[in-house]
């Protein structure tokens, strides 16, 4: 991928075009989830600048009414985390298992990410690799299934 070369149009041309043209990053687990996974490549940096948003998704939020349920994603750019906050889908006992999303808090048994100021740039070629920490008993009524993870940029 080649980057744009100036002259520019406007100082917040590169901006502009990240907020019509975003580059996200996404991982993707297909079926049921049933164990934690750590250290897991996520890809690497094609953009200079920030990452500003991770959210997860889940095909199914799975179903404990006695136990909790729960998923939460640490993203780390070359080995560090750039979260304050990692974002959590958890099932809410009396709830049918649902697709949930983090990017929309009006969702029930989400918790939305915090991104950390001082941890979130990014340079081209920084390796992004993220840590699934799946909280569950050895037998839920419904595992959770089909996760998918975003990390957004914001260009320098």
């Not at 991982?27 to 200079?48: C, D, F, R, W, Y």
Request: aromatic share 4%; charged share 20%.
């Amino acid at each position: 991928m080649k980057q744009r070369m100036g002259p520019y149009p406007s100082p917040g041309a590169r901006k502009q075009w990240a907020a019509n043209d975003p580059s996200p990053m996404i991982a993707l687990i297909s079926g049921e989830l049933t164990a934690s996974q750590k250290g897991v490549p996520l890809g690497v940096a094609n953009v200079a600048g920030k990452s500003s948003n991770v959210w997860l998704s889940v095909g199914a939020s799975g179903k404990d009414d006695t136990n909790d349920l729960s998923v939460t994603v640490d993203v780390k750019i070359n080995g560090t985390s750039c979260l304050t906050t990692a974002p959590i889908i958890a099932h809410v006992s009396g709830e049918a298992s649902t697709n949930k999303t983090t990017k929309d808090d009006a969702d029930t048994g989400v918790t939305q990410c915090v991104m950390d100021p001082d941890a979130n740039d990014v340079s081209y070629g920084d390796v992004l690799t993220y840590d699934m920490l799946l909280t569950r008993t050895a037998s839920p009524t419904t595992e959770m299934c089909t996760f998918a993870i975003a990390v957004e940029f914001e260009p320098a």
